[in-house]
């Protein structure tokens, strides 16, 4: 028996148009279970989104430095007094060259890195120590998150790319208020004449000082007095880092390692527990989404596959006047195939009604986010579950009722 | 007879026929063995009780369900030996079926009914539908092509059967009870549209029936009672 593609469509076309109620339950149950997927795990992946936009940069900064080796003494001023030096995360360290910086920003995991210069000095007439913290204010990504930004400022102005070079500098809130500092007021620091143009009151950040300016400034202040760094090109002793995200940063970090086992790192571990937020809200949407699709496949599989069962009667009668298995098997897919596709574009389209017309606020709870679309993966999911479901619910029964013999077939009712 | 007028003169032969069915874990011998032979163009009838297993025996002789044990064998074939496709070609091609309770597919109606049996045959749809047409105004039902089975008389659904038994000029029909559900005018009308088909044809006829049929119109009576056929 040569099979017929026309024959077969003539045949299959016969039966969906005939038998008008079964199709359209067939058509319905595939349009509602691509419905119930797509909108279903638009909302779901536009919350997960949400939530890792909040939670995927919660504690993703951090300072990169070398602690200091005893017996490098030649990278600090040779008159200077005891406990002045390069200082960072608590403690003295080495200068470096900020080809680091180049080196960091190319890894992938890094968003953005900038070059940190922080530097422990003892006032000239209070004998006090306080710290002097230079940074690019061109690269605001892994100033702000790192050492302080414009919405820290609690008085004047933030540091801008314009002040390089300048002497212009700003100071943390308690250290200013200790010393009667204010907005505009002029202090000497190191030889040098500088304005005190703002004061801020950053949160608690790895790269904190008590005063900071733009790095060329601070360059030239404490480095050009050490002629043996400028010769090693060792100009700075930190670099400011914000990652990606919260579940790349350990990767970051070790890849940063790599560079130079001198290499420390001092952050704040709280993007452990958000990464692992995260990731449970990652693998809760994969979990859910697995879940949705079979629940979708089978939902739309259950009418299908009890349409075919009724006809068993009517396959039997197909096998008595001659049809091959053959035959059968490929008209009740093509039925199968065709009311699923019609009812996976149906599905679609409510979908995309409903996700239109849904403010996502309802759904999230969120104000900030905006409208939604469904995804187009989501779309050759939908028709690849529903032309999946649809072959597998015409081809079971099929090939069950194609076994029987025809007697066997006629028998049932 | 040599053996080569032998396989020419024989259509069908059965040997030693057996069918069991389980009920409930319990074994039913419903043909215990039973022998026969159908020459050619023969007109046999069966005829039996109700429930003496003529119905099983036409399934069996029209390759719609194997036996238990013993052997069928058309036109020299073996039919246990044969493959799902090559059974479903042998239907297709060489044999019709008529059943007592017709089994007309519902959702096509009379003249796509007997066209079922022309699909996948390479005839070209004009035909096919030619075909059937003809085949239906023969059994007088010209006027009723587009209907559905449900919108004929039984009488009627028996003749669209009929002519879709007929639809493949087949060389054997099986007949399980063809007139057992319709009142005697239309048994008649069935029978001599049956009949007149097969004598032009010289086409082998094997039916079953409980005795409604006049069985002086058969080659051959063979009574079947206990699972035995008896001549």
């Not at chain 1, 909108?39 to 936009?53: E, G, H, Y």
């Not at chain 1, 069950?400 to 077939?409: C, I, L, Q, T, V």
Request: with cysteine; hydrophobic share 45%.
């Amino acid at each position: 028996m040569k099979i017929n593609v026309r024959e077969l469509w003539e045949c299959a076309s016969r039966e969906l148009s005939r038998r008008k109620s079964r199709t359209m339950a067939n058509i319905a149950a595939y349009l509602i279970a691509v419905c119930v997927l797509l909108v279903f795990l638009t909302f779901m992946r536009a919350s997960r989104d949400f939530n890792r936009s909040i939670l995927g940069s919660v504690g993703t900064h951090f300072l990169v430095y070398m602690p200091w080796e005893s017996g490098a003494k030649e990278y600090f001023i040779p008159k200077a007094p005891t406990g002045e030096g390069f200082f960072a995360a608590g403690v003295f360290s080495d200068p470096f060259s900020p080809n680091i910086v180049k080196q960091i920003a190319s890894i992938k995991e890094v968003k953005d890195a900038s070059p940190y210069i922080s530097y422990r000095m003892q006032g000239r007439e209070d004998r006090q120590f306080f710290l002097i913290g230079g940074f690019d204010p061109a690269s605001p990504v892994s100033v702000n998150s790192t050492t302080c930004a414009p919405a820290d400022l609690v008085a004047g102005r933030f540091l801008e790319p314009g002040d390089k070079g300048k002497n212009v500098f700003i100071a943390e809130q308690n250290y200013s208020s200790v010393r009667g500092y204010s907005v505009g007021d002029r202090i000497r620091i190191l030889g040098e004449e500088f304005e005190l143009v703002g004061i801020v009151k950053p949160a608690t950040r790895p790269a904190r000082a008590d005063i900071y300016m733009d790095i060329e400034t601070a360059t030239r202040l404490i480095v050009n007095r050490m002629p043996a760094n400028v010769a090693a090109g060792n100009t700075i002793n930190g670099v400011l880092v914000e990652s990606k995200e919260g579940p790349v940063q350990d990767t970051a970090i070790s890849k940063i390692r790599m560079l130079s086992t001198k290499l420390e790192i001092y952050g704040f571990g709280c993007y452990k527990p958000a990464s692992n937020s995260i990731s449970v809200s990652e693998q809760t949407f994969w979990f859910l989404t697995l879940l949705i699709m079979i629940a979708a496949i089978l939902f739309s599989m259950k009418t299908q596959l009890s349409s075919v069962m009724e006809r068993q009667h009517d396959i039997g009668i197909l096998k008595a006047i001659g049809w091959s298995n053959r035959a059968i098997t490929w008209q009740i897919l093509l039925e199968s195939l065709v009311q699923s596709l019609i009812g996976c574009v149906f599905g679609c389209a409510v979908a995309v009604f409903i996700v239109t017309l849904v403010p996502l606020r309802l759904v999230v709870g969120q104000p900030l986010l905006r409208g939604t679309t469904i995804p187009a993966f989501l779309f050759l999911l939908a028709v690849l579950i529903s032309a999946g479901g649809g072959m597998l619910a015409g081809i079971v029964p099929a090939l069950n009722a194609a076994r029987k013999y025809p007697a066997e077939a006629l028998r049932h009712i | 007879m040599d053996k080569k007028e032998k396989a020419v003169g024989n259509i069908m032969e059965v040997r030693n026929l057996k069918k069991n069915f389980y009920l409930k874990k319990k074994e039913i011998q419903v043909l215990k063995g039973l022998d026969l032979t159908v020459r050619r163009g023969e007109k046999v009838v069966i005829t039996g009780k109700s429930g003496s297993g003529k119905s099983t025996l036409i399934n069996l002789l029209a390759g719609l369900e194997p036996p238990t044990s013993g052997e069928i064998v058309f036109d020299g074939k073996l039919l246990n030996g044969l493959s799902n496709n090559e059974m479903s070609a042998l239907r297709h091609r060489r044999t019709g079926i008529i059943f007592q309770n017709f089994n007309l597919l519902p959702s096509w109606n009379a003249c796509e009914n007997v066209e079922a049996v022309l699909f996948f045959s390479e005839l070209p749809r004009d035909k096919r539908r030619k075909r059937a047409v003809e085949l239906l105004n023969g059994v007088g039902l010209g006027d009723r092509l587009d209907n559905l089975p449900a919108e004929l008389s039984m009488g009627q659904q028996q003749r669209v059967a009929v002519a879709r038994a007929l639809a493949n000029e087949p060389e054997i029909i099986f007949a399980d009870e063809p007139t057992g559900d319709v009142d005697p005018e239309t048994a008649g009308e069935i029978t001599k549209i049956l009949f007149s088909w097969i004598g032009q044809r010289n086409t082998t006829l094997v039916t079953v029936t409980h005795g409604e049929l006049p069985l002086g119109l058969f080659d051959t009576v063979y009574s079947l009672r206990d699972g035995i056929l008896r001549k």
